[in-house]
């Protein structure tokens, strides 16, 4: 090769270091095949020389290209180029060798395809008010006071918070929440919390130590679709108990159990969100909540008591967990900082049976080897300070508020008696039905887009398909002065969905 290639692409004021601007302009030269392979590149001193640079500067071009698998050499023999695949470009691929959607199960496929829902209706003129997502208003995040809390803890602790850290997740901040549970008479220690990454993955870990593919799982119907959707990847057969005014039927579920009891078939676990349950919004009463603890008892049936939503209650009495009643260790509490504080921390926990909460850690390094340290110690700084009790009162406070104005002008603006919904007691969410067939319900939601208003489709929330046609708006993350404008598109496009079908 000759030096002089090289040397009217050497731009000493650039940017580019030279040594990488020899790396592109070979690759350039390669790719075009204006170097061929087996063509010969000088020695490193000879064009060091050459281009008046050090030696050093093309011995590290040298060893990149090398790397990159653009050269080939061998001690006392010559560099060369090499001949390798082409770089892929995207408007150069051929179709995929592998049909990748052959792989994928088919009951996974359906799970997959149930989770995404893209709209074909018309687009509205102006913002989509998007009602079908349960993310939290961030204009509220306390920002300023965590970021002191995270400086805080990289200016006190040593290097090692940035390592790996306790495989049950943080011990101070375990310690801290063991304490906040007795706020809801749950009495656990600190070995028996396990933080995870969110709520979602104390359920999959739970999943993964007690069940197998076909085993039988229970839960409400409708009842958390995420949820659902995870147990069904897992390729469990989930029988949904429907739910009542009051909660979960509890008789339906006896006769459930009996009926397994009777084929020689029983039920491995029982997952419930008792409190501000998704996606209808109830909340059920304690004499409820002991009904469920002592069937769970009669059939030594685990409960996962998911509490997503424990601490946002800001209308009526707080009616105390499954697990604050559990004597004989059966209850799974899965608790979460991402629906009160902010959802990116990430950070959930399980409070159960000691010896279990071992397994479970065990599952968990399986697939990720620890937790995030740094996270976990700024939240502990930040709620041992008592800035968290403050926050607290702070959002009920704010969404108290928001949900108040959201159920007025629910009462001002959904009046059709083909249309039913209830207030919430807390939360953010309403559960609305019509008495309009299921297979109508793609059609309602791309009225309410095309209204302006998006929703989320009720189906996705049931185990067996309903009858009719239900939908669940969640009004956390909108703004104030946008809430009378959305619920009032919304009853338009409800109404507009009733007369096509009266």
């Given at each position: 090769?000759?030096?002089?290639?090289?040397?009217?692409?050497?731009?000493?004021?650039?940017?580019?270091?030279?040594?990488?601007?020899?790396?592109?302009?070979i690759?350039?030269?390669?790719?075009?095949?204006?170097?061929?392979?087996?063509?010969?590149?000088?020695?490193?001193?000879?064009?060091?020389?050459?281009?008046?640079?050090?030696?050093?500067?093309?011995?590290?071009?040298?060893?990149?290209?090398?790397?990159?698998?653009?050269?080939?050499?061998?001690?006392?023999?010559?560099?060369?180029?090499?001949?390798?695949?082409?770089?892929?470009?995207?408007?150069?691929?051929?179709?995929?060798?592998?049909?990748?959607s052959s792989?994928?199960p088919?009951?996974?496929?359906?799970?997959?395809?149930?989770?995404t829902?893209?709209?074909d209706?018309?687009?509205?003129?102006?913002?989509?008010?998007?009602?079908?997502?349960?993310?939290l208003?961030s204009?509220?995040?306390?920002?300023?006071?965590?970021?002191?809390?995270?400086?805080?803890?990289?200016?006190?602790?040593?290097?090692?918070?940035?390592?790996?850290?306790?495989?049950?997740?943080?011990t101070?901040?375990?310690?801290?929440?063991?304490?906040?549970?007795?706020?809801?008479?749950i009495?656990v220690?600190?070995?028996?919390?396990?933080?995870?990454n969110?709520?979602?993955?104390?359920?999959?870990?739970?999943?993964?130590?007690?069940?197998?593919?076909?085993?039988?799982?229970l839960?409400?119907?409708?009842?958390?679709?995420?949820a659902?959707?995870?147990?069904?990847?897992?390729?469990?057969?989930?029988?949904?108990?429907?739910?009542?005014?009051d909660?979960?039927?509890?008789?339906?579920?006896?006769?459930?159990?009996?009926?397994?009891?009777?084929?020689?078939?029983?039920?491995?676990?029982?997952?419930?969100?008792?409190?501000?349950?998704?996606?209808?919004?109830?909340?059920?009463?304690?004499?409820?909540?002991?009904k469920?603890?002592?069937?769970?008892y009669?059939?030594?049936?685990?409960?996962i008591?998911?509490?997503?939503?424990?601490?946002?209650?800001?209308?009526?009495?707080?009616?105390?967990?499954?697990?604050?009643?559990?004597?004989?260790?059966?209850?799974?509490?899965?608790?979460?900082?991402?629906?009160?504080?902010?959802?990116?921390?990430?950070?959930?926990?399980?409070?159960?049976?000691?010896?279990?909460?071992k397994?479970?850690?065990?599952i968990?390094?399986i697939?990720?080897?620890?937790?995030?340290?740094?996270?976990?110690?700024?939240?502990?700084?930040?709620c041992?300070?008592?800035?968290?009790?403050?926050?607290?009162?702070?959002?009920?406070?704010?969404?108290?508020?928001?949900?108040?104005?959201?159920?007025?002008?629910?009462?001002?603006?959904?009046k059709?008696?083909?249309?039913e919904?209830?207030?919430?007691?807390?939360?953010?969410?309403?559960?609305?039905k019509?008495?309009?067939?299921?297979?109508?319900e793609?059609?309602?939601?791309?009225?309410?887009e095309?209204?302006?208003?998006?929703?989320?489709?009720?189906?996705?929330?049931?185990?067996?398909?309903?009858?009719?046609?239900?939908?669940?708006i969640?009004?956390?993350?909108?703004?104030?002065?946008?809430?009378?404008?959305?619920?009032?598109?919304?009853?338009?496009?409800?109404?507009?969905?009733?007369?096509?079908?009266?």
């Amino acid at each position: 090769m000759r030096c002089n290639l090289l040397t009217p692409f050497l731009k000493r004021k650039d940017n580019v270091p030279i040594y990488k601007q020899i790396v592109n302009h070979i690759i350039n030269l390669a790719e075009k095949n204006i170097l061929q392979p087996g063509d010969v590149l000088p020695p490193s001193r000879q064009l060091a020389q050459k281009l008046s640079i050090s030696r050093y500067t093309v011995t590290q071009a040298y060893e990149e290209l090398w790397a990159k698998g653009y050269l080939e050499s061998s001690q006392g023999a010559y560099t060369k180029i090499r001949k390798r695949p082409s770089i892929s470009r995207i408007e150069n691929r051929n179709k995929n060798r592998i049909d990748f959607s052959s792989l994928i199960p088919d009951e996974k496929k359906d799970i997959l395809d149930s989770l995404t829902y893209s709209n074909d209706g018309n687009v509205y003129k102006n913002k989509i008010i998007d009602f079908s997502v349960m993310n939290l208003d961030s204009s509220l995040f306390p920002v300023e006071n965590f970021r002191k809390s995270m400086n805080e803890i990289l200016r006190k602790f040593d290097p090692d918070i940035l390592n790996y850290g306790n495989n049950r997740g943080f011990t101070q901040l375990r310690e801290w929440i063991s304490k906040r549970m007795q706020f809801y008479s749950i009495d656990v220690t600190t070995d028996e919390i396990l933080l995870t990454n969110g709520i979602s993955q104390g359920l999959d870990l739970l999943l993964k130590l007690f069940t197998e593919r076909g085993d039988i799982v229970l839960t409400e119907s409708p009842g958390y679709r995420i949820a659902i959707s995870l147990m069904k990847f897992h390729g469990l057969n989930v029988i949904g108990i429907p739910v009542k005014e009051d909660g979960m039927d509890l008789k339906f579920l006896r006769d459930v159990l009996e009926k397994l009891i009777k084929n020689e078939r029983t039920a491995k676990l029982i997952y419930t969100v008792p409190t501000f349950h998704n996606p209808t919004g109830i909340t059920t009463g304690q004499r409820h909540r002991e009904k469920l603890l002592e069937l769970c008892y009669e059939f030594s049936l685990p409960i996962i008591e998911d509490s997503f939503e424990e601490e946002i209650n800001y209308f009526d009495k707080m009616v105390l967990p499954i697990k604050s009643m559990d004597e004989s260790q059966i209850v799974f509490y899965l608790g979460t900082f991402s629906k009160i504080l902010f959802p990116g921390l990430r950070t959930g926990w399980i409070a159960g049976e000691k010896s279990c909460i071992k397994k479970l850690t065990t599952i968990k390094q399986i697939s990720n080897l620890s937790g995030n340290p740094l996270n976990h110690a700024a939240l502990f700084e930040y709620c041992k300070s008592g800035q968290y009790e403050t926050f607290i009162k702070k959002a009920n406070k704010f969404y108290s508020y928001k949900m108040s104005m959201a159920i007025s002008f629910m009462k001002k603006y959904i009046k059709n008696p083909e249309i039913e919904w209830a207030e919430p007691s807390g939360g953010y969410i309403f559960w609305i039905k019509t008495k309009i067939d299921r297979s109508h319900e793609k059609e309602l939601l791309n009225i309410c887009e095309k209204n302006g208003v998006k929703v989320a489709a009720g189906s996705d929330f049931f185990i067996q398909k309903p009858k009719n046609t239900y939908i669940r708006i969640c009004i956390s993350s909108i703004a104030e002065n946008e809430i009378e404008d959305g619920i009032s598109r919304l009853s338009v496009a409800l109404n507009e969905f009733l007369v096509k079908h009266s």
